[in-house]
């Protein structure tokens, strides 16, 4: 095994908790007593070798944790098992000390270990663009502006230039940290644009904002042509949907001009992206993909400080697994990075809460943005910039005072 890629948990019920050993394939006896256990600090491991996971076993024990594999692992009667990590931080920095003398790669996992309690334990300062370092000692908002005729929420009401640069005025006046321009729906079903189309649509606001706003300007898009014709009038953060999965040219881009960017993890084009969206393991398959995504951005020359992530809500999940994105936010702590939160006003809020029109749904776009911020999102993504100003700083300042 090249990394061993432990993954924080973070469950918030014994229901939660029973879930994750079934995944294990922990035997029944063996969920009952770990379950009341797991209010600890939990770490996934996958695919050990029964020998690297029976050592964490007996060691854990030792320290007074525990370690769940499944059953077969200590007879050696399986090929490889997951394993989830059940201790305290402390208990688990010991883990570490005693792991560095032992075989079977073990010391390599104590080093990703720690590297990943660090990470999780130590909230980024600031997020770098092209232009400035933005400051993560309070949440960053991000005002969303749609060029575009067919947004779910605000389409066509910002295809006038004017309209659209008064709005943009008027988010930075309420407390955007960010403006997000887009000319292109990634609304699910949306049909795609040409690159020709969405530079008409983005450039000439771009490059009139670049010279009245004080914050920063974001481009929503996925397209290194179009990316590049952002950055040239004024932009300075890339916010790409695909995680620089549909074009191979602009992590090169991003490198290149040192803008900051966003890595959200979806699957599937917006075309397609709702015709399924079962996982195995939503949390596990989020986590994956945005590694992936990151490591692609990293080999492309883009510096780890201009990285922000996003777990991608309404993005091939359904609505339960749009919660437990909000629910397990935690989770992504452990990459180190800036997490961009962006429920505002979609579908599952709608669907929760039976709002069939986007306008409607301002408070339970309010709740899964205070839930965000007390799960670790340090920028949110919204339309209503005023009141997600307050509702993000009262989330932050109960979380941190």
């Given at each position: 095994?090249?990394?061993?890629l432990?993954r924080?948990l973070?469950l918030?019920?014994?229901?939660?908790?029973?879930?994750e050993?079934?995944r294990?394939?922990?035997?029944?006896?063996?969920?009952?007593?770990?379950?009341?256990?797991?209010s600890?600090?939990?770490?996934?491991?996958?695919?050990?070798e029964?020998?690297?996971?029976?050592?964490?076993k007996?060691e854990m024990?030792?320290?007074?944790?525990?370690?769940a594999?499944?059953?077969?692992?200590?007879?050696?009667?399986?090929?490889?098992?997951d394993?989830?990590?059940i201790?305290?931080?402390?208990?688990?920095?010991?883990?570490?000390?005693?792991?560095k003398?032992?075989?079977?790669?073990?010391?390599?996992?104590?080093?990703e270990?720690?590297?990943l309690?660090?990470?999780?334990?130590?909230?980024?300062?600031?997020?770098?663009?092209s232009?400035?370092?933005?400051?993560?000692?309070?949440?960053?908002?991000?005002?969303?502006?749609?060029?575009?005729?067919?947004?779910?929420?605000?389409g066509?009401?910002?295809s006038d230039?004017?309209?659209?640069?008064?709005?943009?005025?008027?988010?930075?006046a309420?407390?955007?940290?960010?403006i997000?321009?887009?000319?292109?729906?990634?609304?699910?079903?949306?049909?795609p644009?040409?690159?020709?189309?969405?530079l008409?649509r983005?450039?000439?606001?771009?490059?009139?904002?670049?010279g009245?706003?004080?914050?920063?300007?974001s481009?929503d898009?996925?397209?290194?042509a179009?990316?590049?014709?952002?950055?040239?009038?004024?932009?300075?953060i890339?916010?790409d949907?695909?995680?620089?999965?549909?074009?191979p040219?602009?992590?090169?881009?991003?490198?290149?001009?040192g803008?900051?960017?966003v890595?959200?993890?979806?699957?599937?084009?917006?075309?397609?992206?709702?015709?399924?969206t079962?996982?195995?393991?939503?949390?596990?398959?989020?986590?994956?993909?945005?590694?992936?995504?990151?490591?692609?951005?990293r080999?492309?020359?883009?510096?780890a400080?201009c990285?922000?992530?996003?777990?991608?809500?309404g993005?091939?999940?359904?609505a339960?697994?749009?919660m437990?994105?909000i629910?397990?936010?935690?989770?992504?702590?452990?990459?180190?990075?800036?997490?961009l939160s962006?429920?505002?006003?979609?579908?599952?809020?709608?669907?929760?809460?039976?709002?069939d029109?986007?306008d409607?749904?301002?408070?339970?776009?309010?709740?899964?943005?205070?839930?965000?911020v007390?799960?670790?999102?340090?920028?949110l993504?919204?339309h209503?910039?005023?009141a997600?100003?307050?509702?993000?700083?009262m989330?932050?300042?109960?979380?941190?005072?």
């Amino acid at each position: 095994m090249d990394r061993f890629l432990p993954r924080l948990l973070a469950l918030q019920s014994s229901e939660h908790a029973a879930r994750e050993l079934q995944r294990v394939a922990v035997d029944g006896y063996g969920i009952v007593e770990m379950v009341p256990k797991m209010s600890t600090l939990c770490i996934h491991l996958p695919q050990l070798e029964c020998r690297q996971a029976n050592i964490l076993k007996q060691e854990m024990l030792s320290l007074g944790g525990d370690a769940a594999v499944a059953r077969g692992t200590v007879a050696c009667s399986i090929d490889r098992t997951d394993c989830v990590l059940i201790g305290t931080a402390k208990q688990l920095r010991r883990l570490c000390l005693k792991l560095k003398v032992q075989p079977f790669g073990l010391p390599a996992l104590a080093e990703e270990l720690n590297r990943l309690m660090e990470q999780s334990a130590t909230a980024p300062a600031g997020w770098k663009t092209s232009r400035r370092t933005l400051s993560l000692q309070r949440p960053l908002i991000m005002g969303i502006l749609n060029l575009t005729p067919d947004s779910f929420s605000d389409g066509g009401r910002f295809s006038d230039p004017n309209v659209a640069f008064d709005k943009a005025l008027q988010m930075e006046a309420e407390g955007a940290d960010i403006i997000d321009i887009g000319g292109e729906s990634t609304r699910p079903g949306a049909d795609p644009v040409s690159i020709d189309e969405e530079l008409r649509r983005i450039i000439p606001i771009i490059e009139r904002l670049a010279g009245t706003l004080t914050c920063a300007i974001s481009v929503d898009t996925w397209k290194s042509a179009v990316a590049a014709g952002a950055l040239s009038a004024g932009a300075e953060i890339i916010n790409d949907i695909s995680g620089f999965n549909f074009d191979p040219q602009i992590g090169t881009l991003a490198a290149s001009s040192g803008a900051g960017v966003v890595l959200m993890h979806t699957r599937g084009t917006p075309d397609k992206m709702q015709q399924d969206t079962r996982y195995d393991d939503l949390m596990k398959d989020v986590s994956d993909g945005l590694r992936a995504s990151i490591i692609r951005a990293r080999e492309a020359g883009v510096c780890a400080e201009c990285i922000a992530i996003d777990p991608g809500i309404g993005f091939g999940k359904d609505a339960a697994g749009n919660m437990a994105l909000i629910r397990r936010m935690a989770e992504l702590s452990g990459f180190g990075l800036p997490i961009l939160s962006g429920p505002s006003r979609k579908s599952f809020i709608g669907k929760v809460l039976g709002r069939d029109q986007p306008d409607d749904r301002l408070f339970g776009t309010a709740a899964a943005v205070a839930i965000s911020v007390s799960n670790g999102a340090s920028i949110l993504r919204v339309h209503d910039v005023r009141a997600m100003r307050d509702v993000a700083d009262m989330a932050h300042a109960v979380m941190h005072s």
